[in-house]
């Protein structure tokens, strides 16, 4: 047996093996890109690996569908075991230590599963689940922080935007129903407006912020997720737009000589094809 394969984990299929990958990767004899790695130079590819997750779960029905989610899940796996592994080589903690919190953390928040608790339904889930996070950060010692403080957690910027309506709407400052909300998207557009005919660009960047937060509250109001809205438009537009490209093609239209007309001409047509052959995104 070579000295490889004598390094190599035999069950690929437990956790173990994949900590004893990693562990190998940022050993003496490892890789140099991920021996070079800190949990600070990571952070792209955690925000990254999870979002291609998140478009796999959301991509429409297709024979590969389930692979890619695995694939996927996979890739942010990766990422957890080696933050984990980063945390052991420093003495913190390790993935073991990880498994362990969200263990009790899950048993400690679901006490209708693993307690005596009852609840009526997946409302009184959340509910109750928000009184017990309170009670932790209580006994965290973390109330010195005002009870109405906001306190939100960095997220990308619309759905953290989402997350604050979220939280201001238990704090009873909200809008009362969608129409409402609706009204202050019309009045923000209204200051941008007016900020692009000041042409002060300090001015435009300030209100076309409280335009995208108030989109975000309308969302809200809708019971839609912001993020999950924005996620969908963009993989219509692309789906469109490769479509449009695609047809002009066909035609032998060379896309770079179109003047914005010709080229708006087949973006309708792109339009029109999606109307006759829905795809749901």
């Not at 960047?205 to 839609?224: I, N, P, T, W």
């Not at 963009?234 to 914005?260: C, P, Q, Y």
Request: glycine fraction near 4%.
């Amino acid at each position: 047996m070579s000295q490889d394969s004598a390094q190599t984990p035999t069950n690929l299929r437990q956790i173990e093996s994949l900590v004893e990958i990693v562990a190998r990767l940022r050993g003496p004899d490892g890789c140099p890109w991920d021996k070079e790695q800190t949990h600070e130079s990571l952070t792209q590819y955690a925000i990254e690996e999870t979002h291609e997750l998140v478009e796999a779960l959301e991509a429409p029905p297709h024979p590969k569908k389930d692979h890619k989610i695995k694939d996927e899940l996979g890739d942010v796996l990766f990422q957890v075991i080696l933050h984990a592994q980063l945390a052991s080589e420093r003495g913190a903690f390790d993935i073991n230590d990880v498994i362990a919190n969200v263990s009790e953390k899950l048993i400690r928040r679901h006490p209708h599963v693993f307690g005596d608790a009852k609840v009526a339904d997946s409302a009184e889930v959340i509910s109750k689940w928000d009184e017990i996070k309170k009670k932790e950060k209580e006994l965290a010692k973390e109330d010195g922080i005002s009870p109405y403080a906001l306190n939100v957690p960095p997220l990308p910027a619309l759905q953290r935007a989402y997350k604050i309506g979220k939280r201001t709407e238990k704090l009873k400052f909200d809008w009362d129903s969608a129409a409402d909300a609706m009204v202050k998207v019309e009045e923000e557009l209204d200051e941008l407006r007016e900020a692009l005919d000041n042409d002060v660009m300090s001015e435009i960047e300030y209100e076309l912020g409280d335009v995208f937060f108030s989109l975000s509250q309308l969302a809200r109001h809708l019971k839609l997720d912001p993020e999950q809205v924005l996620r969908k438009g963009n993989r219509r537009f692309e789906t469109r737009f490769n479509k449009m490209i695609e047809m002009a093609h066909a035609e032998g239209v060379d896309w770079s000589a179109l003047d914005l007309e010709g080229k708006d001409v087949y973006w309708r047509q792109a339009k029109e094809y999606f109307k006759a052959n829905p795809i749901k995104f």
